[in-house]
């Protein structure tokens, strides 16, 4: 039976890897999840089978309420609200590994083998600092909590004492696990808790998606350390797959930003918005979204930069309507998806993929930045830091983050609000330029008078 | 238990490398379900859950492993189930 459940957990091991292998292609994703899932149901099936389990009551009564939970939150969620959906999700990965740790302890009582005791703790820091962690950025995402960070005096000092406090309490509990037992561990517990919100705190809104991706880091790197507790290879293996995953993740994040993951956990900055010198203000010309139709009806080419104030817009359908309206008349239409886009990475994706967006016009900034020269007209969508020549310069906030080059389009048009920078604080020297048109207003009721204008011209 | 560990570690480095080859290769593109169906496949701590909350040694540990079955379980549906859902909006072609 041993060997039958192993070779399931192996079974369970390949199907995981070959669906994140068919992960590289929009046309064959779906069957590599739908892969990925199967070898899930294998592994906790094949699991049921193991001798020591001799009670299903809890078993049953927690994949049934957990199973609802799941089943609710997946079919209710909206696109928009993807990243607090994966940050809970992560949440409840991490909450649920440590939970595993504390109970291995409690089920092996009087067992000193240091490996066992050493992972149980390592377990229950990362599981309770990726519980707490993903709760705040949820609550951030959210808007429950203030989205600006939280910086105090000593903040990074109490942090280095919290750590240093986990470390000593877990090699006191290595060396003697059976005397002081289960309080040091609850110890471990609570200060990897408060340590898992202080960590987060510092972290404004602007920097959500390297905090959500390092925390889905975090939530694989706790399933892999309890699989060192119990001893099994398939949750060491599905553990650091994500846990890699999460650290490649992050990473593109703090490079499309351009920022290093220490500044972004330690510098307490994205969010707040920096002033601008009042007397550096250019006047701009505003135009109307019938000169802004006008504009895309003789283009030949046209590029969207689409930001995430699109969707705070709601404005992806109608951008799709005008997409489909211009590429009717001829017109090559594609989108250009800066990394930072959404609120999470690949966010902007999802958001156009249900506004009915073809896939295959959704470029990414590799792809797109050789064609913005030879392109008629870019139509900029919510979007500022990520088309600002000015992070080509040095010494400003955006130096050096890597940006669409739409100011080598034809003309730019530019739907936003106001000319109130970006995140970042930066101003746009591209509102300021001759080929662009300001049209100021709500994305959405923007984009529909200018594709009302379009129709009228036909 | 030492020989044990060498395995582990050593299945551990191997699982490094296989992530690093595979999640290089997904494109921006699906980042988002990325996220969302390795998040599912970290729910794979359940297989933990389920054997503290069925191994019947203590009324605590089993109640511990019951929230753990839950919350993993939330994981695990939830991600794939998500996840599924925005690949099937990922199409090619302007018609629903």
């Known amino acids: ?61 927690g994949l049934v309420i957990g199973g609802f939970l799941g089943l609710l939150a997946a079919y209710r969620v909206k696109m928009t609200a993807m990243p607090q959906m994966v940050g809970l999700l992560n949440a409840f990965g991490g909450g649920a590994s440590a939970l595993v740790a504390l109970a291995q302890f409690l089920d092996h009582p009087g067992f000193k083998e240091a490996v ?6 390592i377990t ?18 959210e808007g429950w909590t203030k989205e600006s960070p939280v910086v105090f005096p000593g903040h990074r000092l109490l942090n280095g004492l919290l750590l240093a406090s986990i470390v000593v309490l877990s090699v006191i509990h ?18 990897s808790s408060v340590l898992g919100v202080t960590l987060v705190l510092p972290i404004g809104g602007a920097d959500m998606p390297v905090v959500i991706s390092l925390l889905n880091s975090y939530s694989g790197m706790a399933a892999a350390a309890s699989g060192f507790v119990i001893n099994n290879y398939v949750l060491i ?9 999460g650290l490649i993740l992050t990473n593109i994040m703090c490079r499309a930003m351009n920022r290093s993951l220490a500044n972004v956990l330690f510098g307490g900055v994205g969010g707040e ?23 895309m009806g003789n283009a030949h080419s046209i590029i969207v930069v689409p930001g995430y104030g699109l969707a705070v ?40 993929a249900e506004a009915n967006v073809s896939y295959d016009l959704l470029k990414d900034i590799d792809q797109i930045n050789p064609e913005f020269r030879n392109t008629d007209v870019v139509l900029v969508v919510g979007a500022n830091d990520v088309i600002n020549p000015a992070a080509r310069e040095k010494g400003n906030p955006l130096s050096g983050m890597p940006i669409l080059n739409a100011d080598e389009a034809g003309s730019v ?46 | 238990m030492t020989g044990n560990l060498l395995v582990s570690l050593y299945i551990f480095i191997l699982a490094v490398f296989t992530g690093f080859s595979l999640i290089s290769r997904v494109p921006t593109l699906l980042h988002t379900p990325l996220m969302s169906g390795s998040n599912a496949i970290s729910g794979i701590t359940l297989v933990g859950a389920v054997i503290s909350a069925g191994a019947g040694k203590g009324r605590l540990s089993a109640v511990l492993g019951l929230l753990a079955v839950i919350l993993a379980t939330i994981n695990v549906v939830g991600g794939y189930l998500v996840t599924d859902r925005m690949l099937r909006m990922f199409r090619k072609g302007s018609k629903r």
Do not use: C, W
């Open chain 1, 1 to 61: 039976m041993v060997a039958l459940i192993n070779l399931g957990y192996l079974v369970s091991i390949s199907l995981f890897v070959l669906g994140l292998k068919l992960l590289s292609s929009p046309r064959t994703a779906r069957r590599g999840n739908f892969l990925s899932s199967a070898g899930m149901l294998i592994a906790v099936v094949g699991t049921l089978l193991e001798r020591e389990i001799v009670d299903f009551r809890f078993i049953i009564a």
């Open chain 1, 124 to 141: 229950l820091f990362i599981g309770m600092i990726t519980f707490t962690g993903s709760v705040l950025a949820f609550a951030k995402l």
């Open chain 1, 413 to 458: 048009i530019i739907i936003k609000r106001s000319l109130k920078p970006g995140f970042a604080g930066v101003d746009n020297p591209l509102f300021y330029e001759a080929k662009t048109l300001m049209v100021f207003g709500d994305a959405r009721e923007t984009l529909v008078e200018i594709l009302a204008a379009l129709k009228q011209s036909v």
């Open chain 1, 174 to 191: 290595v060396l003697n696990p059976s005397s002081s037992g289960m309080l040091i561990l609850i110890v471990i517990f609570a200060v």
């Open chain 1, 313 to 352: 817009a709601q404005a992806q359908y109608i951008l799709h309507e005008t997409e489909e309206f211009l590429r009717k008349k001829g017109i090559k239409v594609l989108f250009a998806i800066h990394p930072v886009a959404g609120r999470m990475p690949g966010h902007m994706n999802v958001l156009l």
């Open chain 1, 116 to 121: 066992f005791q050493a992972t149980i703790a």
């Open chain 1, 237 to 245: 293996v599905s553990g650091t797959l994500v846990g890699v995953s």
């Open chain 1, 273 to 295: 918005a920096a002033a601008i010198a009042p007397g550096a203000r250019r006047s701009v010309k505003g135009y109307s979204a019938q000169d802004a139709a006008m504009t």
